[in-house]
């Protein structure tokens, strides 16, 4: 899930920061979106944004279903689009609706950007002295090494090879594991996925430390983005932002980027050719970003969504049990059992898989696709986007729409997109999953992010029963108040005892990888 991930993520804070400027409400045109009035003139909607977060949005939608309505603040709209005509019309007016003055605007507060580097990310950013500039060009080579392909599959052979590490560490004891199912899956997740974008000098491998200093960071952002003496009020987020920085700058200094990903090398290059070399390391704080926040707490709810659901887990196996084969090879004892999962075959062969995550992506997205009005917009003849104001296009209210996903959309079915992939494409609506984002911020990772997640899931199961440590399982709430997610971590962590399924206890696991194994079909807006 990748660079569009803070784009879509930010309404609350970005509407904050947009109206301390004034101190006047806004007039209304009767062509804008209704109004949706606020029970304290001018701050009402700025004190739920602060305190419900993104959910501030969804939670409006329910209560007014509307296909757009406006909230008006002190000198400054947010319009919010939830009508997915409306949503593709919005995305259609990529050049008056855009993406890139937030961006500019973030760049210097999440990332702690100077002035060098953000008039560097901001030169020509909208492309509009010519096809050049380091957004435009580091954006285009990054959905380049990223599509399905040679360089995908190298990421991803590299991402999984490294998890095995860690599924192979839960299976050393006898009598099971206990583990806090969330910490353990952000500590895996975060070294085999950056394993597979650094490659072998990966920082995160050789500085284990650095996995919290990220996940410092990730904690404080909505105060950094705030802007309001964040070296107090998001202390540890403010050094965890300098170290970062120095590790990541202390591997494009060593070279690392030669032996890393095609991604690394193109956004490497891209900061060599426009100038931007000695801030790589900040830069690179973004990337990290796309590649962790969303893919983490995604696997998580998966194996949740799954082992809470002894069905979906027993037609899970026996679907998976169809592309795992088996082996004898020998060992400096003798010989041993080996059973492997090919990658390649999960796509073509394991639709149950493939639908479970899109369903658990479904119900566990609550992002927000951010576009500013840089002029005044009139979207599918209906309504009037006037300049100088937002665009928040949530994505959940979308997801829940039983004119799409029928009438039980607000529930998990594992099987829920075998049955919608049997629709003449012509009936799928274009922007109705919007877990990826879409238009001109489609995320970039989405393809590796399928892959990652749908094999790691694949070699779970097969290997491991478990179960929580007290009483059964319970679907935990999600934490509400992120702004850099688009699929929220739990709110709370569930205790796990992870054990070797008994058919599989002298059984030695591990993935083949012969053909394509990056290539997923997915519904995206």
């Not at 400027?21 to 949706?36: F, S």
């Not at 009402?44 to 757009?68: D, M, V």
């Not at 690392?256 to 095609?262: L, R, Y």
């Not at 696991?509 to 807006?525: A, T």
């Amino acid at each position: 899930m990748g660079t569009g991930t803070i784009a879509t993520s930010v309404a609350a804070v970005v509407v904050l920061i947009a109206t301390v400027n004034y101190i006047l409400g806004p007039t209304y045109d009767p062509k804008e979106p209704p109004v949706i009035h606020q029970r304290i003139p001018f701050l009402g909607h700025i004190i739920g944004l602060l305190q419900y977060g993104l959910r501030y949005f969804e939670l409006l939608s329910t209560k007014h279903p509307l296909p757009a309505f406006t909230l008006q603040t002190l000198g400054t709209k947010t319009y919010v689009v939830n009508s997915p005509d409306l949503i593709q019309a919005v995305q259609k007016n990529a050049k008056t609706l855009t993406f890139h003055p937030f961006v500019s605007f973030m760049s210097p507060r999440i990332f702690g950007c100077d002035e060098k580097a953000s008039a560097i990310i901001s030169d020509n950013i909208d492309g509009e002295r010519g096809n050049w500039g380091l957004l435009p060009d580091v954006t285009r080579d990054m959905h380049n090494a990223l599509v399905p392909g040679e360089s995908l599959d190298w990421m991803t052979r590299k991402m999984l090879t490294k998890l095995m590490e860690y599924l192979d560490a839960l299976a050393v004891n006898e009598n099971g594991t206990e583990i806090c199912l969330y910490k353990w899956t952000r500590t895996a997740f975060t070294v085999s996925s950056t394993e597979a974008a650094y490659g072998p000098k990966n920082p995160f491998n050789h500085q284990p430390e650095l996995e919290a200093t990220f996940w410092d960071f990730e904690s404080d952002v909505t105060m950094l983005l705030l802007g309001i003496a964040p070296s107090i009020t998001a202390r540890k987020g403010y050094q965890a932002r300098i170290r970062f920085a120095k590790a990541l700058d202390k591997y494009f200094e060593e070279g690392g980027p030669e032996t890393g990903s095609e991604l690394i090398k193109a956004r490497w290059e891209g900061h060599c050719k426009y100038g931007a070399a000695e801030y790589s390391g900040v830069f690179e704080l973004g990337n990290l970003v796309g590649l962790l926040v969303n893919a983490t707490p995604t696997f998580f709810w998966m194996l949740v969504h799954i082992y809470s659901r002894p069905d979906v887990l027993s037609e899970l196996r026996t679907e998976i049990s169809g592309v795992t084969e088996e082996a004898t090879e020998s060992t400096p004892t003798g010989f041993r059992l080996t059973r492997s999962v090919d990658v390649s075959k999960l796509k073509e062969h394991c639709p149950l898989l493939h639908s479970t995550y899109q369903e658990t992506l479904r119900l566990q997205t609550h992002n927000s696709s951010s576009r500013w009005v840089s002029k005044d917009t009139v979207i599918a003849d209906q309504y009037l986007l006037k300049a100088g104001n937002i665009v928040q296009m949530p994505g959940y209210p979308v997801h829940t729409m039983p004119s799409i996903y029928g009438a039980d959309a607000d529930t998990f079915k594992a099987n829920r997109f075998i049955k919608l992939a049997t629709k003449e494409k012509s009936k799928q609506h274009p922007v109705s999953f919007r877990s990826f984002g879409g238009g001109a911020t489609l995320c970039p990772g989405r393809h590796f992010a399928t892959a990652e997640l749908c094999a790691a899931t694949a070699m779970f199961v097969m290997q491991f029963e478990m179960e929580p440590v007290k009483g059964p399982w319970k679907i935990p709430d999600w934490e509400h108040g992120k702004i850099i997610s688009a699929i929220p971590p739990p709110a709370k962590d569930i205790k796990v005892r992870v054990s070797k399924r008994q058919a599989t206890e002298e059984v030695a696991w591990k993935f083949e990888f012969e053909g394509n194994v990056s290539r997923f079909e997915m519904w995206s807006g």
